[in-house]
């Protein structure tokens, strides 16, 4: 690898790409992340074989393509996840809020379940989330089960199309579920078409009001493990569009260290098992 240029860069201009960065994207980059948005800084100069500071931040904040902005916000996600992570949730999820759900509504082979698995990443969460639902609802073969899996970064979109994983990526993965839904691949496991079919992934930004507002009518939504990187500001927008998503009677589902406390009273708070879920209150007629 080329050794990476040391570009100078002053308090200001550091600010200023923080600025620009929460502003496209909600993440607050605290002082103590200087360094790591340093070295992307760099990485991105020299991709683009720019060496001031100042040509750099024009070409990412003035082009006309968007396509550096795109590429920069790229270079500074953090994507880490994997299958069945917190697993607790997801079995009350299975257990208890699935069969509970499908019975307060009268769900009958036939009828329709969609889930939003908003900042996806690399796909992990959301064959996750088909497994899930195909197993909870095995004799109903005619529901119309969906996962609508978004997330900013394209590079972790293609990743999840490509559909291999490594055999960290599973570490959490019950062994009935490694052989009913995934392969064997020469570069670890490949998730079969079962859990494939009824996933689709595609780019949102949760903080873009006017791509938020295409995402309606879902079940359900998991938006984990990725507010923490927004301020309460972000996570209070980002929560209210979550909410305009979800049917009445949905429920939004966040990380373990997430919540919705001070940020919105508009849902109703279920303790589930062990842990916090949050529904939409229904419609009251009359
Ligand atoms: C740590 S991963 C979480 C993945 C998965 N939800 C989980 O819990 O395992 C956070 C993801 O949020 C995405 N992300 C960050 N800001 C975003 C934004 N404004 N809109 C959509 N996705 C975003 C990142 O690209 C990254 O893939």
């Known amino acids: 690898m080329n050794a990476i240029p040391k570009a100078s860069f002053s308090a200001e201009d550091l600010q200023k790409v923080r600025n620009f960065i929460y502003k496209e994207t909600g993440m607050l980059f605290e002082e103590k992340k200087d360094y790591f948005l340093q070295t992307r800084i760099e990485q991105r100069m020299q991709a683009t074989g720019l060496t001031s500071f100042g040509d750099y931040y024009h070409l990412l904040v003035f082009a006309e393509k968007r396509e550096e902005i795109l590429a920069f916000v790229e270079s500074i996600t953090i994507n880490e996840t994997y299958f069945f992570r917190d697993f607790g949730q997801l079995q009350g999820f299975a257990d208890i809020v699935l069969p509970f759900y499908a019975e307060s509504r009268r769900l009958k082979d036939g009828d329709s379940v969609s889930i939003w698995c908003a900042a996806c990443s690399t ?13 909870v609802f095995d004799e109903m073969p005619n529901l119309k089960m969906r996962v609508d899996a978004t997330d900013i970064d394209r590079n972790v979109l293609n990743e999840a199309e490509t559909g291999i994983y490594s055999e960290r990526s599973m570490k959490d993965t019950p062994i009935a579920y490694r052989n009913k839904y995934f392969v064997k691949a020469a570069k670890g496991w490949k998730v079969l078409k079962n859990a494939r079919d009824l996933v689709s992934f595609s ?6 009001r006017n791509e938020m507002r295409k995402k309606r009518g879902y079940d359900f939504v998991f938006c984990r493990n990725v507010l923490i990187y927004f301020d309460d500001e ?14 009445p009677g949905g429920y939004l589902f966040l990380g373990h260290s997430e919540s919705v406390a001070r940020i919105s009273a508009a849902f109703e708070l279920e303790r589930i098992g062990g842990f916090l879920c949050y529904k939409k209150p229904e419609v009251k007629n009359g």
């Open 123 to 135: 796909g992990e969460e959301a064959y996750t989330l088909s497994i899930i639902l195909q197993e």
């Open 203 to 208: 780019r949102v930004n949760l903080i873009d």
């Open 234 to 247: 972000s996570r209070r927008k980002v929560v209210s569009y979550l909410y305009d998503a979800l049917k």
